[in-house]
């Protein structure tokens, strides 16, 4: 199952700032928190991930709480090519000692022009 | 870099006929994922390859489902025969090295939408 729990739906106006939340009650120390995206018609793709320290790069900040339980994914300036469905996850220990990821069902980002 | 390719890109079958996907991905990623992606739903990890050895299939249908990774660069993935609850989206990720407990980056392809009717 998922360990992490978000909205199902939001919606933005085109260039405000959008800030996605994303609750993991059970995270462990050594779990990171990623992002990704999938836009229409496409694969996911990476956005942004962090341990413990706010995280910025072009795409978006990532501002995690002092007890790590929630992460907010921020997009500073959204627009038209930012509508997806955008994944907060945390990754899951396999028994071979490799990691892989566990989707939920993510937040679907609506942009208005 | 090229991305991860995949083909087809759909795929229309009847149920009970066969089907069989491939991926191609990244150039030097050790690690290969097929994920299933039923609409409304996000992906489900199918199976997990390390080179040519499989990791993870504990989600993999196995009774319909099989997958290979020849010389640990190409895989495919086949369905046979098909059931109508088969109908989704099929994705193939790579990624460098997901032993790293920091971080690795899956890198998807486009996927293969299938439709079983």
């Known amino acids: 199952d998922a360990k992490t729990t978000q909205p199902n739906s939001m919606e933005s106006n085109e260039e405000e700032p959008v800030h996605l939340p994303c609750n993991h009650s059970t995270i462990s120390g050594t779990d990171y928190i990623h992002w990704y995206r999938q836009l229409p018609s496409q694969g996911p793709e990476y956005v942004i991930h962090g341990l413990t320290s706010n995280v910025n790069n072009r795409m978006a900040s990532l501002a995690i709480a002092e007890d790590r339980k929630s992460s907010t994914l921020i997009l500073h300036r959204a627009t038209l090519r930012d509508a997806a469905v955008y994944y907060c996850i945390l990754r899951d220990r396999a028994t071979s000692g490799t990691y892989k990821y566990i989707f939920g069902t993510g937040t679907r980002l609506k942009v208005l022009a | 870099e090229a991305g991860v390719a995949q083909s087809p890109r759909y795929k229309i079958i009847e149920k009970r006929q066969s089907v069989a996907f491939w991926c191609n991905p990244i150039s030097g990623h050790a690690t290969l994922y097929w994920y299933q992606q039923i609409l409304g739903q996000g992906p489900k990890l199918l199976i997990q390859?390390?080179?040519?050895?499989?990791?993870?299939d504990s989600q993999l249908p196995k009774d319909r489902f099989s997958a290979e990774r020849l010389k640990g660069v190409d895989s495919t993935l086949k369905i046979q025969p098909a059931k109508l609850e088969d109908s989704a989206v099929y994705l193939c990720a790579s990624s460098l090295d997901p032993t790293r407990l920091s971080t690795d980056t899956q890198y998807f392809g486009p996927g293969t939408r299938l439709t079983v009717l």
């Open positions: 390859f390390q080179n040519n050895g499989v990791v993870d």
